[in-house]
């Protein structure tokens, strides 16, 4: 299941993936913090995937940080 990109994917390897309700907390309260329009992006494409995953969509994801050249090939 690949629905999050390089970017958002790497984004939400620095947060807790322990489950979908923390790293969502967490990735609106850094939000706040932000005020690089491209980051800003991120952040808000990333809250919105999690919010349409379901918990069981979300225990079936692996999160990794990914390289930019694998999305490539």
């Known amino acids: 299941m690949d629905i999050f990109t390089v970017e958002e994917m790497n984004l ?4 807790n993936t322990t489950n979908r309700q923390t790293l969502h907390h967490e990735l609106v ?8 329009a491209e980051l800003i992006a991120i952040f808000v494409s990333s809250i919105e995937k999690l919010e349409k995953l379901t918990d069981e969509d979300f225990k079936q994801m692996n999160f990794y940080m990914a390289d930019d050249e694998e999305e490539d090939a």
């Open 29 to 36: 309260e850094a939000l706040r913090g932000i005020d690089e």
């Open 12 to 15: 939400i390897c620095i947060f």
